[in-house]
């Protein structure tokens, strides 16, 4: 099977397969002390400051759970885009496990900007209000779609004077780096972000996240969240090492890359075709467009793919590392049959 509805439903890259058989040779010790996960950590610390605090989790919901609750207290309220997976993907996981109010916010493209979110910040001090208490970002967002570096400061400047945490889910975090031509850093970091869900399972890893700590003053509970989240894995190093392959000779840029590419091969070639109209930039890759729905039902038959708005005929196609040419090739090839 083929599928263009998500990078989740790609493969394992064979670096990493062949990082996890090597960690799986001998005993070591559990929960995080043994030498995989201390190669991973300065591998990170490495790719973006030395005194940041990496923990390693099992999943995206897991990580933005531990994440979100280092920020806040439960009389605390999030602020996010509308399409935030904390918002719509998440089953509640995150305001169960924080206690917090998630407030969405209305975006034409899933970026947060200072002018949105003005509104929410009120109250402050008010007992019989939640208390706004971070910012989430999604990068690259859930429509595809790609913060800037000085949009992502006009955010986390906003936030620290109010005294507040920004906090940015990385799930495709490689894939925005790719799109504008920066570092893990640059895009992070240096940014003012103060906390990173830094995932890698939609660009070659088989599971895992890891968050990543960079405000000091977030650090102190951190590995108790972490265990009391459960999240906190026994045989921690098949976790840990995914991430030294993905970090090492640049393999997440190599994948992201390559990712990137085939979304922009398969926009080149949806573009052309009539019916076609496309609802966001492709900045990464995510595909967000309309078809007519005869177009669309016929598709289905030979293809996985998820409708992102079924009323307008609105539909996602997402590319993977492992996306080959030859696959959009056949793609396009239907899509061009049912188009006439």
């Given at each position: 099977?083929?599928s ?12 990493v397969?062949?990082a ?8 070591a010790?559990g ?13 990170i ?29 439960p009389?605390?309220?999030v ?31 899933g ?10 910040l009120?109250?402050?001090?008010e007992q019989h ?9 999604s ?12 949009e ?22 490689a ?5 504008l ?12 972000i ?49 991430f030294t ?21 398969l926009?080149?070639?949806?573009k ?13 890759n ?29 539909i996602?196609?997402v ?16 899509i ?5």
């Amino acid at each position: 099977m083929r599928s263009f509805a998500s990078d989740n439903n790609s493969g394992v890259h064979p670096l990493v397969m062949e990082a996890l058989n090597r960690a799986n040779r001998d005993h070591a010790v559990g929960y995080g002390d043994d030498v995989w996960t201390e190669e991973a950590v300065r591998k990170i610390r490495e790719a973006f400051i030395p005194d940041c605090e990496p923990l390693f989790v099992f999943n995206g919901t897991g990580s933005n759970a531990v994440a979100l609750q280092l920020c806040t207290r439960p009389y605390n309220s999030v602020i996010c885009a509308e399409t935030a997976h904390i918002y719509v993907d998440e089953c509640g996981a995150p305001a169960r496990m924080t206690g917090c109010q998630i407030r969405p916010v209305a975006t034409p493209d899933g970026k947060l900007t200072p002018e949105l979110v003005r509104p929410y910040l009120c109250h402050f001090g008010e007992q019989h209000h939640s208390q706004p208490g971070a910012f989430y970002i999604s990068q690259c967002t859930e429509l595809g779609t790609v913060y800037r570096p000085d949009e992502i400061r006009a955010l986390t400047e906003l936030a620290h004077r109010h005294g507040m945490y920004v906090h940015m889910d990385g799930a495709r975090l490689a894939n925005a780096c790719e799109a504008l031509n920066l570092s893990f850093r640059q895009l992070t970091v240096d940014c003012g972000i103060d906390i990173l869900s830094f995932g890698g399972t939609k660009n070659g890893l088989m599971l895992g996240e890891s968050v990543i700590i960079f405000n000091p003053a977030l650090k102190k509970e951190a590995c108790f969240v972490r265990k009391q989240s459960a999240q906190l894995a026994s045989k921690l190093r098949y976790l840990s090492c995914q991430f030294t392959a993905y970090l090492t000779d640049d393999l997440w840029l190599k994948n992201a890359s390559h990712a990137n590419r085939m979304a922009q091969l398969l926009y080149a070639g949806l573009k052309e075709l009539p019916g076609v109209r496309f609802t966001q930039k492709v900045e990464s890759n995510q595909l967000f467009l309309t078809m007519p729905r005869p177009v669309i039902d016929n598709l289905l038959k030979d293809y996985f793919f998820y409708f992102w708005n079924e009323e307008e005929n609105e539909i996602r196609f997402v590319t993977s590392f492992d996306t080959t040419e030859q696959d959009i090739e056949e793609l396009l090839r239907a899509i061009r049959r049912y188009c006439h």
